[in-house]
């Protein structure tokens, strides 16, 4: 099979998993003539007719799996088109790509072809020769597959920006319909071995800045929404347990998308792209805002309300804490209003040192006060609190409708 031809079924095989973000790390070439760097005047973007940024090659080292997944394009039993990579062709490929200003660096994933360890031995060679033997010190992000043995994982850190470890769907009851051949166990597994090598490597760091790094970038996951039952609040759960356990960066979430010939136990549609949005709103309340899952999803509300913003339906279940007061309440108190997003909070704190904070500042700031105004007081005493105990508080606060743009901030959570 020709090149070209290979390229193209192994990009369009890599489509599906989301977790390519290239933040976080910063390898610099050095004096030695090394090529590339993770930031800076040394990345180079192209961009597609939609206006979506792509800069890494994002791509498979093979679509031939030995698993079974229900909900993948290339389980075994798939009728789609196979095509396999060598290590020399994916080097050559990204090297090739750089030097055009194509692409930053690369995301590796790959079918686990023969064996957990065989896959996993061929990404780490791909990583090698391009940090040994190309000197390239562009942004590498290689897939860990679960499984494989923590002295491969060891090797992939050495050489990745950012490991990842799909644990692809919320519950070990999912994965056993769906996935028989996997459980959260081994991912979880390989998770705490990367962590491991992650902690450990900081430490030494500290000790001597001349230590080498170990996936510097962190690493993350995807979890596939909408292929099960599964609640938001197991999604949420599920996410908040990796965060604590294994300091993951990130874990992204991917709306189910149908397949061709799919099992019968999936679902016919893919669920609406808003669950999806709000699910990312939702953890960005707990990474940043200090709220936890099942703050954001108790038992009796277990799944997010798709007409409005996590922050605000939780807001109007917990009407008791408002009114806030801006100009005296703590930053976790700010945090919590509606509205409120990190950088705003971080203003009103530093502009109350010197003077009541008005709902005019706030406008200023562009605090949408469409949501806010009910849930505090300012230094003009705000009477839109009296609305707190109304039962059109709900129809007030809910978003107005509008065109989208592709230029929106898809995850923000304020």
């Not at 900081?202 to 292929?227: D, H, L, N, W, Y």
């Not at 703050?295 to 939780?314: F, G, H, N, Q, V």
């Amino acid at each position: 099979m020709e090149l070209l031809d290979k390229l193209k079924i192994l990009a369009d095989a890599a489509k599906y998993d989301a977790s390519c973000a290239s933040s976080g790390s910063k390898r610099k070439a050095d004096a030695r003539g090394g090529l590339g760097n993770t930031e800076g005047m040394g990345i180079c973007h192209s961009y597609t007719p939609d206006g979506r940024c792509v800069s890494l090659l994002k791509i498979l080292m093979t679509n031939v799996c030995l698993f079974d997944c229900t909900y993948c394009i290339n389980r075994v039993s798939s009728a789609t088109k196979r095509a396999r990579f060598t290590v020399s062709e994916v080097v050559w490929l990204t090297m090739e790509f750089y030097r055009r200003n194509y692409i930053e660096g690369l995301f590796l994933s790959s079918g686990v072809a023969r064996s957990p360890d065989a896959t996993m031995e061929e990404l780490v060679e791909v990583a090698r020769r391009l940090r040994e033997d190309e000197r390239f010190c562009g942004y590498i992000h290689l897939k860990a597959v679960a499984g494989a043995s923590p002295a491969l994982l060891a090797k992939a850190g050495k050489y990745a920006d950012r490991l990842s470890a799909n644990i692809e769907l919320p519950t070990q009851d999912d994965l056993d319909k769906l996935a028989p051949a996997k459980t959260h166990v081994e991912i979880e597994t390989s998770m705490a071995s990367i962590g491991d090598g992650i902690a450990e490597a900081i430490e030494e760091r500290k000790k001597s800045k001349a230590a080498p790094q170990f996936a510097p970038a962190g690493q993350s996951t995807q979890m596939i929404v909408g292929a099960t039952p599964a609640a938001d609040r197991a999604i949420l759960g599920t996410a908040s347990h990796l965060y604590q356990s294994f300091g993951l960066r990130r874990v992204y979430y991917s709306a189910f998308s149908p397949i061709p010939d799919g099992d019968a136990r999936l679902p016919l549609k893919a669920p609406p792209l808003v669950r999806e949005h709000r699910l990312y709103q939702a953890d960005w309340l707990m990474r940043f805002y200090g709220f936890s899952a099942d703050e954001i999803l108790p038992a009796e509300a277990p799944d997010l309300d798709l007409s409005r913003d996590p922050k605000t339906a939780w807001a109007l279940r917990n009407r008791e804490v408002f009114p806030v007061d801006v100009n005296r309440a703590s930053r976790e108190q700010l945090l919590r209003v509606p509205g409120l997003g990190v950088k705003n909070v971080e203003r009103i704190l530093r502009l109350r040192r010197h003077r009541g904070v008005t709902l005019a500042d706030l406008a200023k700031l562009r605090v949408p006060l469409d949501r806010t105004r009910y849930f505090i007081v300012t230094a003009d005493r705000n009477v839109g609190v009296k609305l707190l105990d109304s039962v059109a508080l709900a129809a007030l606060t809910a978003p107005k409708a509008r065109q989208l743009s592709i230029f929106d901030a898809g995850a923000t959570a304020s």
